[in-house]
């Protein structure tokens, strides 16, 4: 590090993995500058993960509530004011933006207000003023798909889902993937009536294991959303105040709100990248090796704007190994994305790390599978018929337990420990000798002794 440029590192957006990035940078000593055209803690913060949970935690309620009854309470019809949570959740996500803003200030980050864009390997132009830097580090992010079909005009993101004037009495959502499926059990726990058209035959993408995406599809069916699979939406109109949305059957559906979850794109348009010589994949995401280091090598790039895994903690590891190979001076870091847990957070929730049956199976000459599938105790006295998965992924010959996955409530909460497990390469066994905490769901995933295939 020396004095030839303004900084060592300038990041492009303030999202998870540039805020983590500049921060560790800053601690080894790196002068850092990081700008942001929209708002601390990008995607996750703002239109993603922190307040999308918020809405989850609101609209599991009236299920609670009715469930109450089966233990005893008297309760009352609940009443639900929209205006009073997106009231609250607002209020966190203030207070989290300044949380963001006073990590960086603390670390000793310059942070730039403005569009951050590329105009050599060593240049940075924002709002009219140049910065050059040793190196540079793109965390755009990435921004919702919009559709092309007449009318498209006419539907919503989920970034605007966040901020809606009042709650609508029926939506249509576009896309069965986890977006579209988080926010179906949202709109329907607010009391919303909610149809939703998938391309798949089960919901949830093909890298979800088969019985995970069997039970979650047939619970929100169950539950009362009005699932259209193997449909794709072909046309929104106006229809006075409301919408008619159309599928390539001829169906005709009339909603109050349309929504768009057929995906995420990086953000990179407009940054100078490939003028720069960045290279670009056919999909508009950053090419970057093991190291984040794109064709330019002064030019890095982490999290969604890379297409691998999108995921918070993801960036947040990306963002960290580039911020310690560039500036910690010890060996150089890659990640293993091997075995990385992950939610859904539907009504019940998601669970899963490792293999799936389906990717087992095309990897591992002997597979055999544990499942289980039961009633809660707490719905044998609330009288919910909602179900339970847990389910195990092992390799016969060498008895590693490749995947585990659960639909069930708490889902996140008890996956999370049992991918410890499977990072330290836990075998069936080992399971088996664990004993269980009882009552409880998650025993089961140390009891299951007979395979089932």
């Known amino acids: 590090m020396s004095d030839d440029y303004d900084y060592d590192l300038f990041v492009i957006g303030a999202g998870s993995g540039g805020v983590r990035a500049s921060r560790v940078a800053a601690q080894l000593g790196a002068r850092v500058a ?20 918020l809405l989850v935690y609101g609209s599991h309620v009236r299920e609670e509530i009715e469930d109450a009854a089966g233990f005893g309470w008297d309760v009352a019809p609940p009443r639900f004011d929209w205006a ?16 963001y803003g006073r990590l960086l200030d603390g670390a000793g980050v310059t942070t730039i207000n403005g569009r951050g864009r590329v105009l050599d390997p060593h240049t940075v132009e924002v709002a009219g ?44 959502i576009i896309g069965g ?26 919901l949830l993408a093909d890298t979800f294991d088969g019985d995970v ?4 599809t047939e619970t929100l069916r169950d539950k009362g959303v009005d699932l259209h699979l193997e449909r794709l939406v072909v046309g929104v109109e106006r229809v006075g105040e409301a919408y008619a949305a159309t599928l390539d059957d001829g169906t005709r559906i009339e909603a109050d709100l349309v929504l768009c979850a057929c995906g995420r794109k990086a953000l990179t348009a407009g940054l100078g990248l490939e003028e720069a010589g960045v290279v670009l994949d056919e999909r508009g995401d950053v ?3 093991a190291y984040y280091r794109t064709s330019v090598p002064s030019i890095l790039a982490v999290g969604d704007v890379i297409g691998w895994v999108q995921l918070t903690p993801v960036a947040l590891a990306e963002g960290t190994r580039v911020a310690r190979n560039l500036f910690g001076g010890g060996p150089v870091e890659t990640l293993d994305y091997e075995a990385i847990p992950t939610a859904v957070f539907t009504q019940p929730p998601v669970g899963t790390v490792g293999l799936s049956e389906e990717q087992a199976r095309e990897r591992v000459a ?26 195990l992924v ?12 659960m639909v069930g409530p708490d889902a996140g909460e008890i996956i999370q420990g049992f991918a410890v497990a499977l990072r330290c390469g836990a075998t069936k066994a080992q399971f088996d000798q664990t004993i269980g905490i009882h009552p409880t769901a998650a025993e089961e995933l140390v009891t299951m002794r007979t395979p089932v295939a």
């Open 84 to 99: 009073t949570l997106r009231a609250a959740k607002d209020a966190e996500i203030a207070r989290l933006n300044g949380v």
């Open 287 to 289: 090419v970057v090796d």
């Open 129 to 172: 003023v140049r910065y050059t830097t040793r190196h540079i580090l793109v965390a755009t992010g990435s921004w919702p798909v919009t559709p092309r079909f007449a009318g498209a005009e006419h539907v919503v993101t989920s970034n605007e889902l966040f901020h809606l004037d009042a709650l609508p009495r029926r939506v249509v």
């Open 34 to 53: 990081i700008c942001e055209e929209r708002y601390l803690g990008g995607t996750c913060v703002n239109v993603g993960c922190v307040p999308k949970k």
């Open 213 to 216: 995406r069997r039970v979650l």
């Open 177 to 202: 993937g986890y977006i579209g499926t988080e926010f179906a059990a949202i709109f329907h726990g607010f009391g919303v009536a909610v149809s939703l058209a998938h391309r798949g035959s089960r």
């Open 366 to 391: 002997n597979v055999a599978i544990y499942r289980s599938e039961f009633r809660p105790m707490k719905h044998t006295l609330s009288g919910r018929a909602e179900k339970t998965l847990m389910k």
């Open 394 to 405: 092992v390799d016969r010959d060498t008895d590693k337990v490749l995947g585990v996955h």
